[in-house]
């Protein structure tokens, strides 16, 4: 047991007022964060573990505080050390959607999850969370160069790449700050969505929520990292998300065609930064499990940059750093 796990046992002792529960590892998710199921003699709770020196807990259980306000089934925290960095929080189980999607559970999954998803983006204003802005949208990006590119691909950008990448993103930030502008929970997606018998889904890993893009927890959702579905199936769900929101009164667009557009755009913005980030994870963590999800977000990425004439420059930028030739064929 290390230092970190002797401590979270004391506090849970103080705060539990008994010694007689056990601690089995929950889940370790990409950051420095860990979680242990708290076994007591009737019921389950979670402990989250966050170094202070690397995570602050304060985003949580604030994020926390307005998803419970909006009806949603978030962790309740029923115990606070922000000073060390440890939370006590309700247990939501551990059947994720993705141990659960099928062809035949899907359906039911994806209408829960886009149905919280309205109430999540319909709960938020302005000012209650940080931006989404430029800045954030081209740091992240900028992982892409940073990690994928030069560490694991160790390649090199000569000057007329490196102005590919640069107006690209340029490109894609300017449509994603047109978006309408909403709560943004930034990872809602299937590892990170429980599956409940009551008020499903479960919520988690909520702590980096941002005020930005409507399309964004969207294409996490359905252009998922860890699961695929084919493209038909994915326009059909999210004509089912559009056509609620906007009669919620949500800032989508009237017509679904420039809704997808704005979706697909947001993707690549996505899979720019998860290419960046799970190459992270790999090379600076040593968490390489992360590498075979790599392919998947690639084709996402492709796809999109393929479809569109203001992304071909990044189609022929993957191209050249992949080794791949492009495909023949005719050009109007």
């Known amino acids: 047991m290390d230092i970190r796990q002797q401590q979270l046992n004391a506090w849970l002792t103080i705060v539990l007022q008994q010694s007689d529960f056990k601690l089995t590892t929950a889940s370790a998710d990409a950051s420095f964060r860990r979680y242990f199921r708290v076994h007591l003699a009737d019921s389950t709770l979670i402990a989250m573990d966050a170094p202070p020196s690397q995570e602050d807990c304060t985003p949580f259980v604030k994020v926390a505080k307005l998803l419970l306000a909006a009806g949603l089934n978030a962790p309740q925290v029923i115990a606070q050390d922000l000073q060390h960095g440890f939370l006590l929080l309700s247990d939501l189980g551990n059947d994720t959607y993705l141990s659960q999607l099928n062809v035949q559970s899907a359906p039911k999954l994806y209408e829960d999850a886009t149905n919280a998803l309205i109430k999540m983006q319909l709960a938020g204003q302005a000012n209650m969370l940080p931006n989404y802005d430029a800045a954030l949208l081209t740091r992240e990006m900028q992982l892409f160069p940073d990690w994928y590119v030069a560490k694991h691909l160790d390649a090199t950008l000569n000057n007329e790449q490196q102005a590919i990448l640069?107006?690209?993103?340029?490109?894609?930030?300017?449509?994603?700050?047109?978006?309408?502008?909403?709560?943004?929970?930034?990872?809602?997606?299937?590892?990170?969505?429980?599956?409940?018998?009551?008020?499903?889904?479960?919520?988690?890993?909520f702590q980096d929520a941002v005020y930005g893009a409507i399309t964004y927890d969207l294409v996490s959702l359905l252009k998922d990292a860890y699961i695929s579905w084919d493209e038909e199936q994915?326009?059909?769900?999210?004509?089912?998300?559009?056509?609620?929101?906007?009669?919620?009164?949500?800032?989508?667009?009237?017509?679904?065609?420039?809704?997808?557009?704005?979706?697909?755009?947001?993707?690549?913005?996505?899979?720019?930064?998860?290419?960046?980030i799970f190459a992270r994870l790999c090379?600076?963590?040593?968490?390489?499990?992360?590498?075979?999800?790599?392919?998947?977000?690639?084709?996402?990425?492709r796809k999109v940059c393929e479809r569109y004439v203001e992304l071909r420059p990044m189609l022929k930028l993957l191209n050249q750093l992949e080794n791949v030739k492009p495909k023949e064929g005719f050009t109007f």
Request: charge should be neutral; proline fraction near 6%; hydrophobic fraction near 40%.
């Open 166 to 205: 640069n107006k690209t993103f340029a490109v894609l930030n300017k449509n994603i700050l047109a978006q309408g502008q909403v709560v943004v929970h930034r990872d809602y997606h299937s590892r990170n969505l429980m599956i409940t018998p009551e008020n499903n889904p479960g919520i988690l890993d």
């Open 234 to 276: 994915i326009i059909d769900w999210a004509v089912r998300y559009w056509q609620p929101a906007k009669k919620a009164g949500l800032p989508v667009p009237d017509d679904f065609s420039e809704f997808y557009r704005d979706f697909e755009w947001m993707g690549a913005q996505r899979h720019i930064k998860v290419l960046g």
């Open 283 to 301: 090379h600076r963590d040593g968490k390489d499990g992360y590498l075979k999800d790599l392919p998947l977000v690639m084709t996402y990425l």
